[in-house]
């Protein structure tokens, strides 16, 4: 899975919505609080306005607050909201998806990644982010992380 900039910068701007929940907060103060281009960030929030997870505020005391509690708001419904599915292969459903041969397995590998990637990012929530208190399986998954011993090289991809 590849997080782009627009949900990365998405998730952050959404996190600070969850901290400030008794006012509404200007895309300004956002963009300086998570270090994200203004500019950038107006197109985020436009797009999480019109998925519903924030709402836009009129007034000298506006700006962008969350549509709803952020208990009730996860991760996995921001990346939706950004990016579409959270795992595609070639832009078809996992379902009934079908290979041949030695690669006959492979479609329960991207259905494996799909159901640990949904059980990370739908058991995360912005009340979770907010309180800095992850779920136990995201601490889990990001223990395994910190102790893998590989070394992965400062390029993403082999020359």
């Given at each position: ?22 006012h509404p ?17 107006f ?17 000298p005391?506006?700006?962008y ?31 009934g ?15 494996a ?24 399986l ?11 011993v590989?070394t ?8």
């Amino acid at each position: 899975m590849r997080i782009s900039a627009r949900t990365d910068y998405a998730v952050r701007a959404m996190a600070e919505l969850a901290c400030s929940t008794e006012h509404p907060l200007k895309a300004e103060d956002i963009a300086g609080r998570q270090d994200i281009p203004v500019r950038f960030l107006f197109v985020v929030l436009s797009e999480l306005r019109q998925a519903r997870l924030v709402r836009s505020v009129r007034g000298p005391e506006g700006g962008y607050a969350l549509a709803r509690p952020p208990a009730e708001i996860t991760l996995a419904d921001v990346i939706r909201a950004m990016d579409g599915p959270l795992v595609s292969v070639r832009d078809l459903k996992l379902t009934g998806l079908e290979y041949q041969g030695a690669a006959a397995p492979m479609p329960d590998v991207w259905r494996a990644v799909r159901a640990s990637l949904r059980h990370v990012l739908e058991g995360t929530t912005l009340a979770d982010l907010a309180s800095g208190t992850l779920p136990e399986l995201v601490r889990e998954r990001a223990r395994e992380y910190n102790d893998d011993v590989r070394t992965y090289p400062s390029h993403p991809h082999p020359l």
